[in-house]
């Protein structure tokens, strides 16, 4: 019988011997050895020193029989046909191995309910080419219900000549723990494969360690070359912090199968050869992965595969793969898949970091969350398979897709896919189908895809789903709650969306890239579009993006878009209505000047302009310039532009491709071209404000009272007053500019609570020197009557004021004053919502009034007054959401008042009064010139002037105690003339000498 060499020397934790020599050297024992020892039933041994047998195991225990090893213990049998190292039988029988060497055919060997321990060992296991047997060389094998083997901080290495190397095989309801052991299958020659561990209807739980299982034999590449870990019939594997390591063709990582559940956690898996898969399942196995990384570099070697009805969990886990047309995970007919928080990546060529596919048609699924999925060289999602196979994909809570050749998903002849996004999903690149292929989207909270596609049978997206169209596509039906935007052309390459069947808009948004010119002719119209074959259903936003020169759309300059002026965005083949397509925000901004859609529907619409892949043209939406008229006009109706939102990048405006102007038409019409709504409020501003500068100085009965009243103190004696009086207002204006020249009305309300004092010299013959001071606080609102759109200015007012005055005991005075005011204004607009623009602005005022009252009886007296009234204010450039500078020049206004009084004034507890003035206003019109860098426009608009006006008014004061009096007014005002301010004005205060 031929015998194998006995160690040379005793180590701990080592290989006790080269697997080449035991190969290569059949060399009778070096040294003197005890024969084999055995522990029948009730017997108990202690072992040591070196053990050696030709035949029987060198050490066993049966039928209750136990063997604890005493120090280091070397074992060889050098039976190289059937040798075992060490083994037991039946229940109640144990080994207790607690270090030195196994040497032997089959190095440990547990049946029939009996235990084996084993710590800080080495197993060799062998078979050389000289044997002339073909079955299995194991490490350890264990068999039958009950049988343990525990082994720590060891190693094993096989190898085998002829049959397979099994580093542990555990099978019949049999357990095996393993901890800090490495584990080493090879060969090199000859049939069979290698296994690292096995479990058939077994338990393994491995914490720690190593397996590595390598077969570079000719028999690899008929059928399958071994694994690193397999789980059958029902096993449960469990592997804590295990590094895997395959080598040679078809050596899989881990294989789980028949119902088995394998448990990663912390653990590595590598194969470096073709279709070399990293875990396969099949048979109902689960795979719970945690932590853990899978890797293959082979040709066709995938991650993870996963056969019907098979499932796996991976969670914070990578798998890379990184062989031509591998997979990261490849999942087949019934079998699903959940990844959390993982990363799957494939660089291959031709791989995919997610395939799916099988023969039998059956449903497989895959849920991603927070995961990552890429694919270098290849479709980040591939579906392939026959009998109508059916490919369920979840993508959720921020997972994101992408592709280096540009291709989120392919699907291929005879698949059914549905893929979701849900939860600020990223995934880029196209989807591509082929031939009866059928595939259906979803896009959710917040979940965006930027790609193009063909033949896509249905999209939806929620109000927060965003789809990025990077080429001309098309879908069978698209209902759309959230937006679908073209990226920008490159190159002049606008895009278009056809939607083959109907297109449903739930409130959702078409961005489109429009170049504003002249349009007219399809040739000259440089736009994406949105093309409906079938029913436009619902109600759906179109966001405009311009760039270009800018151009006026009315060709024929009949102030209407007829059916074949401005650019078509949308084309309808079958019923729509005017309003299912409207802008964004209500108009798109050239300029200063307002772009909006028209709707022409049956009978109306030109189908010379039709773009339809069949050609039938029932409705075209399309853009084209604003007219608006000061009397009876039809400008063409535009959509309702439904509930708007606050457009995401304010202006919407890009740099222009050919920068040019556009310049203010002469129409043959009684309308002009509008402007974008906020430009009433710039253009009313300087008008408005001088107003509120004017009334909030007044004169000084309304700032101050009644004066005659106020008791006097001796000669050349020093007193004081304090006052605080509240004014109001509610004015209209009416413009001196036509409709045409962009004159607008407006209204305005005012409130302002000013409050200051004076201090009061008193002179011989009872004359007063005032000198004053006073600071105010106010807001007026401004709201321009404008057929542009509605637009509101809401500013506050914030001023300090001071004065002298001089008075005579008869009445006569002289009071001059200097005020400034700073003024901070917010504009919104219908349209645009809120923060549309702000306006700020300083004034300067100074004024001189002179008034005399003539006693004319019982009390009554007449008052003449004059007044000259010099403002001037400046405003500063800004800028608003629609990219305009606006840049309001200095303006400088004198207002005139003559005015008389009549005042009954001997009953100083009340002394009621009656005013009339006449007031004019001169001065240069207020300048206001709008720019857009991006269209390089700039238009100088002229304001209105204030110009004359009547006012009338009632008041009265009281001294209702000695150093108290109370006074106030109401006025009403009205233009003399078409044009100026009319309206109401009230002013009540309080003053206390002292």
């Known amino acids: 019988m031929k015998t194998l060499t006995s160690p040379p020397a005793l180590r701990k934790h080592t290989l006790a011997l080269a697997v080449s020599s035991l190969l290569s050297m059949p060399l009778a024992s070096a040294y003197a050895a005890k024969p084999p020892l055995q522990a029948g039933p009730g017997v108990d041994l202690v072992a040591s ?179 690193g870990v397999r789980a059958v019939i029902n096993s449960y594997v469990e592997l804590n912090g295990v590094d895997i390591v395959t080598v040679g063709e078809k050596v899989r990582g881990v294989i789980a199968g028949s119902g088995s559940v394998v448990v990663l956690n912390d653990s590595q898996i590598r194969t470096t050869s073709d279709n070399a898969d990293g875990i396969f399942t099949s048979g109902g196995a689960r795979v719970q992965i945690s932590g853990s990384s899978i890797q293959t570099q082979g040709t066709s070697s995938h991650g993870l595969l996963l056969d019907a009805p098979s499932t796996a969990v991976l969670q914070g886990s990578t798998v890379s793969v990184s062989g031509t047309s591998s997979a990261g995970v490849q999942v087949n007919d019934g079998a699903s898949v959940t990844l959390r928080d993982s990363t799957v990546e494939a660089s291959g060529a031709g791989g995919s970091a997610l395939s799916m596919g099988g023969v039998t048609g059956g449903s497989a699924t895959v849920q991603v969350s927070n995961s990552i999925l890429s694919s270098a060289n290849g479709a980040a999602i591939r579906i392939s398979g026959l009998n109508q196979q059916v490919a369920a994909i979840d993508l959720l809570n921020g997972t994101q897709v992408s592709s280096g050749v540009g291709v989120l998903l392919e699907a291929n002849v005879g698949t059914q896919t549905s893929l979701t996004m849900n939860g600020d999903v990223r995934a880029d690149g196209d989807i591509v189908i082929h031939g009866d292929a059928i595939v259906n989207v979803s896009l959710a909270n917040q979940s965006r895809w930027t790609g193009a596609t063909s033949n896509l049978r249905r999209l939806t997206l929620d109000t927060s789903g965003k789809w990025q169209i990077t080429g001309s596509s098309d879908v069978r039906d698209l209902s759309n709650a959230g937006t679908v935007g073209f990226v920008a052309p490159a190159a002049g390459d606008y895009k278009s969306l056809t939607v083959r069947g109907d297109y449903i808009g739930n409130n959702g948004v078409v961005t489109v890239n429009t170049v504003l010119n002249e349009g007219g002719a399809l040739a000259n119209q440089h736009t994406d579009r949105l093309l409906v074959e079938g029913n436009a259903i619902g109600t759906t936003l179109i966001e405009v993006r311009p760039t270009g020169q800018g151009g006026l759309t009315d060709a024929n300059k009949n102030g209407v878009v007829d059916a074949d002026e401005g650019i078509s965005l949308v084309q309808v083949g079958g019923d729509s209505r005017a309003d299912a397509f409207a802008l964004k925000g209500g108009y798109v901004a050239a300029g200063p000047w307002q772009y909006t859609l028209h709707a022409f529907g049956p009978g109306q619409a030109d189908s010379s302009q039709s773009v339809l892949p069949g050609g039938k043209l029932s409705w075209d939406y399309r853009l084209g310039n604003t007219y608006v008229c000061g009397g009876r006009c039809d400008p063409g109706e535009p959509g309702d532009p439904g509930e708007i939102d606050k457009p995401e990048e304010p202006g919407g405006i890009e740099k222009p491709e050919e920068p040019g102007g556009i310049e203010k038409p002469e129409l043959p019409h009684p309308g002009r071209i509008a402007v974008v709504p906020q430009i009433p409020s710039y253009l009313v501003a300087p008008t408005a404000l001088f107003n509120y500068g004017s009334r909030t100085l007044d004169t000084l009965h309304q700032r101050l009272g009644e004066l005659r009243s106020t008791a006097g103190k001796s000669n050349d004696q020093l007193g004081g007053e304090v006052f605080a009086r509240v004014l109001g207002g509610q004015l209209k204006y009416r413009s001196d500019l036509s409709f045409n020249d962009y004159g607008y009305d407006f209204e305005q309300q005012m409130n302002t609570l000013q409050a200051g004092g004076s201090l009061v010299k008193w002179n011989a013959g009872d004359s007063t020197m005032r000198a004053g001071w006073a600071i105010d606080l106010g807001t007026t609102r401004v709201t321009p009557q404008a057929a542009d759109g509605e637009s ?187 044009a100026g301010l009319r309206g109401w004005a009230a002013n009540a205060g309080v003053r206390w000498n002292f």
Do not use: C
Request: hydrophobic share 35%; no cysteine.
């Open 49 to 227: 020193g070196d053990y050696e047998s030709n035949g029987v195991p060198v050490l066993s225990a049966i039928n209750g029989g136990t063997i604890t090893t005493n120090g280091p213990v070397n074992v060889l049998n050098t039976n190289i046909d059937t040798g075992v190292g060490i083994s037991t039988r039946g229940a109640g029988s144990r080994i207790d191995f607690l270090g030195g060497t196994i040497t032997a055919r089959n190095g440990v060997e547990a049946r029939d309910g009996s235990h084996i321990n084993i710590n800080n060992a080495s197993i060799v296991a062998s078979t050389p080419s000289s044997s002339a047997l073909t079955n299995d060389t194991s490490g350890i094998r264990v068999f039958d219900n009950g049988s343990q083997v525990s082994i720590a901080n060891s190693d094993i290495t096989v190898s085998s000549a002829r049959g397979s190397a099994v580093g542990i095989n555990a099978s019949a309801g049999t357990r095996v723990d393993i901890t800090d052991t490495a584990i080493h299958a090879s060969k090199t020659a000859g049939n069979g494969v290698t296994w690292g561990i096995a479990a058939a209807d077994a338990t393994i739980v491995m914490n720690g360690g190593s397996i590595t299982s390598d077969n570079r034999s000719d028999y690899a590449g008929g059928g399958l070359g071994g694994f």
């Open 792 to 978: 509101h200015a809401n500013y506050t007012a914030y001023g300090v004021s001071g004065w002298l005055t001089w008075q005579q005991a008869n009445g006569f005075y002289v009071d001059a004053v200097l005020g400034a005011q700073r003024f901070s204004g917010d504009v919104s607009t219908t349209l645009r919502g809120s923060n549309v623009a702000k306006i700020h602005a300083d004034m300067w005022t100074a004024s001189l009034e002179v008034g005399y009252p003539f006693a004319v009886g019982k009390g009554w007296s007449v008052e003449p007054q004059a007044q000259v009234t010099r403002q001037w204010l400046n405003f500063k450039d800004f800028n608003d959401v629609d990219g305009l500078t606006t840049h309001i020049a200095s303006a400088a206004q004198t207002t005139g008042r003559l005015g008389v009084r009549v005042a009954k004034t001997d009953e100083p507890k009340f002394a009621p009064y009656l005013r009339a003035d006449l007031i004019r206003s001169i001065g240069d019109r207020p300048q206001v010139t709008v720019a857009s860098e991006a269209w390089n426009v700039s238009e100088t608009f002229s304001g209105g002037r204030i110009g004359a006006s009547y006012r009338i008014g009632a008041g009265a004061s009281s001294q209702f105690a000695n150093n108290v009096s109370l006074y106030g007014e109401a006025t009403y005002q009205h233009g003399m003339g078409s």
